[in-house]
């Protein structure tokens, strides 16, 4: 059995890759360990951060029904918003997988990720002019003979329409390379033994793309929890999910540990449902596929 090498050679090998992981640290885990600490410090209206080392705005959060209403808002909207862009990501992806190739599919899948060009914040606001009770789907269905507010503005519908019309475009892209890579030939198979097209779809299709289903679950649940710009625009000053909460306790109130504190509950929420989800996914499809 060949020796592992030793240890020096395997630094000598890992070069390369020094400069990536360095300025990873640096970066990404650095800030998040300083902001970690700062949790777990005190606020003082004078001072702004006392040094210690307390649960102190844990409690806090745990104890005060505001923010716990807050976070089960933000959970709720999430979850609802990733189901409603796995409804309608399904079809549009598994039409345009099997869809011809030529330019006709590209042009298709450009009209995807046009969206996907353009920030948030500039999408969010077209949704204001569409959804405000002035505005282009209020005129349209009064040429209809349908009056009167239509109350999206400033509501949890209204959140979640401009979350999903942010987050759909990734669900459809992640699902479609997942469908691209089932073989056609398995539906055949199954046509050819007599399965309808539902069976086949129910059986043999939608079992294969359950790791793909997880990935565009994941992305868009993660993106929803941690959304800043659609709240604020659409759901108003009134309307409180858990990133734009953390913001304004940094921001507005200088309470720079509470703040902290709430972004680690928001990403600890948001990692600990994440990782239950891709456990109870990989389940099934370990049981599928048995």
Not at 188 to 210: D, N
Not at 255 to 271: D, E, I, Q, R
Request: net charge positive; proline share 7%; charged share 10%.
């Amino acid at each position: 059995m060949p020796s592992s090498p030793p240890p020096a050679a395997r630094l000598r090998g890992s070069g390369p890759v020094l400069p990536a992981v360095l300025f990873v640290l640096a970066g990404m885990i650095a800030p998040l360990a300083l902001m970690l600490r700062t949790s777990f410090d005190r606020f003082d209206p004078e001072t702004l951060i006392v040094s210690a080392l307390t649960l102190d705005n844990y409690l806090r959060f745990f104890e005060t029904p505001f923010f716990r209403e807050v976070l089960g808002r933000t959970i709720a909207i999430s979850a609802l918003s990733t189901a409603i862009c796995l409804i309608l990501g399904l079809p549009v992806a598994y039409y345009l997988a099997r869809f011809p190739t030529g330019a006709a599919k590209s042009r298709l899948l450009m009209l995807i990720l046009v969206p996907l060009l353009i920030g948030n914040a500039v999408r969010t606001s077209a949704w204001m002019l569409i959804l405000n009770d002035h505005g282009v789907l209020a005129a349209g269905l009064a040429r209809l003979g349908i009056s009167g507010p239509l109350g999206l503005m400033y509501s949890a519908s209204g959140v979640m329409i401009a979350l999903v019309s942010v987050l759909l475009p990734f669900m459809i892209i992640t699902l479609n390379s997942v469908f691209e890579g089932i073989e056609t030939t398995l539906e055949e198979a199954a046509g050819s033994l007599g399965a309808s097209h539902l069976t086949t779809m129910r059986r043999v299709v939608l079992p294969l793309t359950l790791p793909g289903v997880l990935a565009g679950c994941v992305l868009c649940f993660t993106l929803s929890m941690n959304a800043y710009a659609t709240p604020v625009l659409i759901g108003g000053p009134k309307f409180h999910m858990m990133a734009p909460t953390v913001y304004q306790q940094i921001t507005e109130a200088m309470n720079w540990p509470f703040g902290s504190a709430l972004a680690f509950v928001l990403m600890g929420m948001t990692l600990g449902l994440t990782v239950g989800l891709t456990l109870a996914v990989q389940r099934r499809y370990r049981r599928w596929m048995a």
